[in-house]
């Protein structure tokens, strides 16, 4: 399960924690407002992506646009 929210990626892990990952657009600040409103935040952390992850999500990202605008042209 995964849902986009403006600037705000949210998914459950394995562990069936609530995942928020921020696009590179997004300032920490606002979402540290709005969690608390989702529940507890119990762990904050900070990943800056390599080389090869930048590579591999804009290709997941070029191919759920493509299949997008594939579905909306059925």
């Known amino acids: 399960?995964?849902?986009?929210?403006?600037?705000f990626n949210f998914r459950l892990n394995k562990?069936?924690?609530?995942?928020?990952?921020?696009e590179h657009k997004s300032?920490?600040?606002?979402?540290l407002a709005r969690?608390?409103?989702?529940?507890?935040?119990?762990h904050i952390s900070s990943r800056?992506?390599?080389l090869h992850q930048m590579y591999l999500k804009?290709?997941?990202?070029?191919?759920s646009s493509a299949l997008s605008k594939e579905n909306n042209h059925e």
Not at 58 to 63: D, K, L, Y
Request: with cysteine; hydrophobic share 40%.
């Open 1 to 7: 399960m995964q849902q986009h929210f403006g600037q």
């Open 15 to 22: 562990q069936c924690t609530l995942v928020v990952s921020l």
């Open 35 to 42: 969690l608390p409103k989702l529940g507890q935040v119990i």
């Open 27 to 31: 300032q920490v600040n606002e979402v």
């Open 48 to 50: 800056n992506m390599d």
């Open 58 to 63: 804009a290709i997941e990202s070029h191919q």
